[in-house]
C-alpha cells in the first residue's frame, strides 16, 4: 500500500557498502524500518543520506506492506528544518540520546497519534529554546505517559517513589526507590511544563543520577528495553 505520512528518524545503520537502514516513527502506522538500497553511492537519486539525521522530520512516500519486512521509501523532504538541533554539540548529543531511547522503547507497527504529535512538538520546542539542560528529563516523564507507565501521582506525599511500582509508598521495599533530594526533583519534573523545566535548579551531579534512574524507571516497565550507549557521551557535554 502507498502511503505518504509524517515521520521521525529514530535510526541509521549502515547497511553493505552503499545501502542505509533507516527505522522511523510514523504518524500513519508506528515504527516502521525502511531498507534505502544504493543511497549512499547515489549522488543524483531522491533520497540523500542526509535526511536521515537522528529526530529529523520528514513527509515520506512509502511503500507498506505491513508483513513485518522492511518497507520500501519511494519520496523524502524535509517538513521541518531544524535551525540548532543537529549544529549545537550540547542539543546534537541530546538528539541522539532521545533518538536512542526512543529506538528502544517504541516497538508497535500501529497509530500512536498523540505520541507522534507530541514527540514532533518537542522536538520542535527543543530546537527554539537554549536553556535545555532539564528537557531530556522532563521530556523522558511525559512520554512514560504514551507508553503506558506515568508515575502513579495520586499519594505525591510520600517519603518514597518505588520505580519498579510505578508509585509512591509510605515504606522502603526491596525495589529501586528514589528518596530525599532525588525524590524532590522527581516531584518538581512532575509538575511543570516544558516553559518552566529552567527554573528547577540542579546539579550538574544531579541530573546525571536523576537520569540514570528514570532510564533504570523505562528498563523496568518496557520488556526488552537495552540502555542506550549515547547515555555517556550526553553526561560528558552536560554540564
Known amino acids: ?81 531544524y535551525q540548532s ?7 546534537n548529543a541530546l538528539a541522539f540520546f532521545l533518538a536512542e531511547m526512543m529506538g528502544n522503547s517504541i516497538y508497535e507497527e500501529e497509530k500512536n497519534e498523540g505520541l507522534f504529535q507530541f514527540l514532533e512538538a518537542a522536538f520542535q520546542w527543543a530546537d527554539h529554546h537554549e536553556q535545555i ?21 495520586s499519594d ?31 516531584q518538581a519534573f512532575l509538575g511543570t511544563n516544558f516553559d518552566a523545566i529552567h527554573t528547577i535548579r540542579i546539579k550538574k551531579e544531579e541530573r546525571q543520577a536523576l537520569l540514570q534512574k528514570i532510564v533504570l524507571y523505562f528498563e523496568l516497565h518496557l520488556h526488552g528495553f537495552r540502555k542506550p550507549k549515547s547515555l555517556e557521551v550526553l553526561n560528558e557535554v552536560f554540564k
Open 156 to 186: 505525591p506525599g510520600s517519603d518514597y517513589f518505588d520505580l519498579q511500582d510505578g508509585r509512591f509508598v509510605l515504606q522502603p521495599s526491596l525495589n529501586p526507590l528514589l528518596t530525599g533530594r532525588e525524590l524532590s526533583l522527581f
Open 1 to 81: 500500500m502507498r502511503v505518504t505520512t509524517r515521520a521521525i528518524v529514530l535510526s541509521t545503520i549502515k547497511y553493505g557498502d552503499s545501502s542505509l537502514i533507516v527505522k522511523m516513527f510514523t504518524e500513519s502506522d508506528g515504527l516502521k524500518t525502511y531498507l534505502l538500497k544504493g543511497v549512499l553511492g547515489s549522488k543524483k537519486g531522491k533520497l540523500k543520506s542526509a535526511y536521515f539525521l537522528p529526530l529529523t522530520q520528514l513527509e515520506i512516500v512509502a511503500v507498506h506492506r505491513n508483513k513485518g519486512s522492511m518497507e520500501r521509501l519511494q519520496e523524502v523532504k524535509i517538513i521541518y528544518p
Open 85 to 91: 538541533l543537529h549544529s549545537d554539540v550540547v542539543k
Open 133 to 153: 539542560g532539564n528537557f531530556h528529563l522532563y521530556f523522558l516523564l511525559e512520554v512514560s505517559k504514551y507508553l503506558g507507565f506515568y508515575p502513579d501521582i
